[in-house]
């Protein structure tokens, strides 16, 4: 099978991947995402059988979506995808989601890492790395990530417990279930006055099955149609996710 610098898939939005409005939820397209990452990594010698040889786990470090449009349901669309040249521990990739007619509805940058099975320690990229076809220098979104912290006060919100239906074959939550559990800190009424455009997240530490999360956000950057939010096991101190949210409020 020929390695592709870019790989294509064509995805149908189902009614399971949409909320109440009809359109697409957020953490449906990291679950599409992470598919065809997964897809394109098989393609180019790095999928499941690479890293059971060695004893290794691919993971979502940090990640930024930009939505210009929501797709619906039924729609269909195809997703484009391709990686940078890796450093040294980070590999980086790209992706554009497009509609029938090829216009671009969302845009999203990822950073990913290869941790240890075991110790869950991080592995250098050259200890897995057979090597890409040419890359591409394109970029979906030209920023860097990671730069996420507070600007005002924090206020907890609600807790959150990782039960069964939220892990992974990593037997950890799930970084699509992260987007869900930020959104479930809204209420419907927030959800039918505003659509949220951005969302970067950065993820700190494996949240785990029967751990409580408790969610903080920070409004003060409100009136500038942002929120920054974090969650923390309390329990034990460590801080799991950031992520910053930009909205758009709807007439």
């Not at 897809?39 to 210009?68: C, Q, T």
Request: hydrophobic share 35%.
């Amino acid at each position: 099978m020929e390695a592709l610098p870019l790989y294509r898939k064509k995805y149908r939005v189902e009614v399971r991947d949409i909320d109440f409005t009809g359109k697409i939820k957020l953490s449906s397209l990291f679950l599409y995402f992470q598919d065809i990452a997964g897809i394109h990594a098989e393609n180019l010698g790095m999928g499941r059988a690479m890293m059971e040889k060695n004893s290794a786990l691919w993971v979502l470090a940090r990640a930024r979506v930009d939505i210009l449009r929501y797709p619906r349901w039924k729609e269909e669309i195809t997703i484009e995808t391709w990686p940078q040249e890796p450093n040294r521990l980070e590999f980086t990739r790209d992706f554009y989601v497009k509609d029938s007619s090829d216009n671009i509805l969302a845009r999203a940058v990822s950073i990913w890492v290869v941790i240890d099975e075991k110790s869950r320690r991080l592995k250098k990229t050259e200890s897995i790395f057979p090597g890409y076809p040419p890359t591409t220098k394109e970029r979906a979104i030209d920023c860097k990530l990671g730069r996420l912290k507070p600007k005002g006060k924090l206020i907890k919100i609600y807790n959150r417990k990782v039960r069964y239906s939220d892990i992974d074959l990593n037997e950890h939550l799930n970084n699509a279930k992260y987007v869900d559990f930020i959104m479930d800190a809204f209420s419907i009424e927030d959800h039918k006055k505003h659509i949220v455009r951005s969302i970067e997240i950065n993820y700190s530490r494996e949240a785990l099955p029967g751990e409580d999360i408790s969610f903080y956000t920070d409004r003060s950057q409100a009136h500038e149609n942002i929120i920054y939010m974090e969650g923390i096991n309390e329990a034990s101190g460590e801080l799991k996710f950031k992520a910053q949210i930009r909205f758009e409020k709807l007439d």
